[in-house]
């Protein structure tokens, strides 16, 4: 005796999401299917015959209803470009965790998506939180021996983990023939780096017979183009410690006389600030690796944040440092330091692997007044 009964209205309501989804694949020719807790569509997606889209090209998108899936997120999606993938987060009970990850053709078309999907309505009441993705791929490694060398510690990494690119090292402030007792070992993918963490746990592995600490570098805020395109500020790095602020700027003015604007030294580096943009780009590509006072120095531009977008940042990354920023300042960021190790202080101003005696700075946004405060005692050189 066949029986009557409807289904209920969750089981009606699954059967047209399995309908819309199959309407989806069907349309697109994309593949779709489901692994470690994840469901992937695309990557690569039909026809694809090129290598992985560049860095950059990933956004992460948040604040998703928990009954959203692709047959929704995809149609938005592919108004703004082509998607290569789409690897959504499942729970067990067949909803999405709240996010997805993004990956468009390009990183332009990610950069625009990221715009317009930010704080879009997706349903009524329901706002995305849209921003960049990143593929860390760079471990901190501390606990290391301050005689050794880079050339020994890429060894020596290279022995007890697969897929290491490289290592970078930086020498301590006080005597330039050690390094800092830490080291940032790059991977060439972040799956290599998260299987290289997970066999580096303290207690497994020793380096030289010396216990390790290892977690995740603070991946690299990403900033526009356009943002970088104004900026007038270089970091110099590895300075000795008797290089004074008067040395600094004769050697940043020796290519144009008066083209610097002013100096802050902070134990081994300094900001230089630049009337003209021409001429900070100028200086940079000339007195990069310049050795002055007996110290090769490194010199980069440094890395405007946006306040707001540094937060969105954050909190899709999974970094800490979200919750150190304040309303009234502008970050400058040149990259990772050492999660852990960052000091409970209201700053918003992060140091690439610089020494952890000075981890932030202050700077207001009229930049024509400088650092007004230096803070982040935390460490060792």
Not at 129 to 154: H, M, T, W, Y
Not at 219 to 239: F, G, H, Q, S
Request: hydrophobic share 35%.
């Amino acid at each position: 005796m066949e029986s009557n009964q409807k289904p209920s209205g969750d089981a009606l309501a699954g059967m047209q999401k399995e309908a819309a989804l199959r309407a989806l694949i069907q349309r697109t020719g994309y593949q779709l299917q489901q692994e470690n807790g994840q469901r992937r569509y695309g990557g690569p997606p039909p026809g694809w015959d090129g290598p992985h889209p560049e860095r950059g090209s990933e956004i992460f998108v948040g604040k998703l209803p928990r009954d959203l899936f692709e047959d929704e997120l995809v149609p938005l999606c592919e108004k703004f470009g082509k998607i290569y993938e789409v690897r959504m987060m499942m729970d067990f009970n067949g909803n999405n965790r709240g996010y997805a990850f993004v990956t468009f053709s390009n990183k332009q078309e990610a950069k625009t998506a990221m715009k317009q999907l930010n704080n879009y309505e997706i349903r009524n009441g329901r706002l995305l939180g849209v921003c960049a993705s990143v593929d860390n791929c760079r471990l901190f490694v501390g606990g290391i021996p301050k005689i050794k060398k880079r050339d020994e510690i890429l060894t020596e990494m290279k022995k007890v983990t697969d897929g290491v690119v490289d290592v970078i090292v930086y020498p301590s402030a006080a005597d330039k023939s050690k390094n800092r007792g830490f080291a940032f070992v790059e991977y060439e993918s972040h799956r290599a780096a998260a299987m290289a963490r997970r066999k580096l746990l303290p207690g497994r592995i020793q380096l030289w017979g010396y216990p390790i600490a290892v977690d995740w570098a603070e991946p690299e805020v990403e900033v526009d183009d356009d943002t970088m395109a104004t900026v007038k500020i270089l970091y110099v790095r590895n300075l000795m410690l008797q290089t004074t602020e008067e040395t600094i700027e004769r050697e940043f003015n020796s290519l144009k006389p008066g083209a610097v604007e002013r100096v802050k030294k902070i134990r081994d580096y300094a900001f230089v600030h630049f009337c003209q943009r021409e001429d900070a780009i100028n200086a940079m590509n000339a007195l990069n690796g310049k050795v002055v006072e007996g110290s090769p120095i490194e010199v980069t531009l440094a890395k405007p944040v946006d306040k707001d977008s540094y937060v969105r940042y954050t909190r899709g990354t999974g970094g800490r440092g979200s919750s150190l920023l304040q309303t009234d300042y502008t970050a400058y960021t040149l990259g990772q330091v050492k999660p852990s190790l960052i000091p409970n202080t209201s700053a918003v101003f992060m140091l690439n692997s610089s020494n952890f005696l000075f981890t932030f700075i202050y700077l207001p946004f009229n930049l024509h007044f400088g650092p007004t405060l230096i803070m982040g005692f935390k460490g060792r050189t």
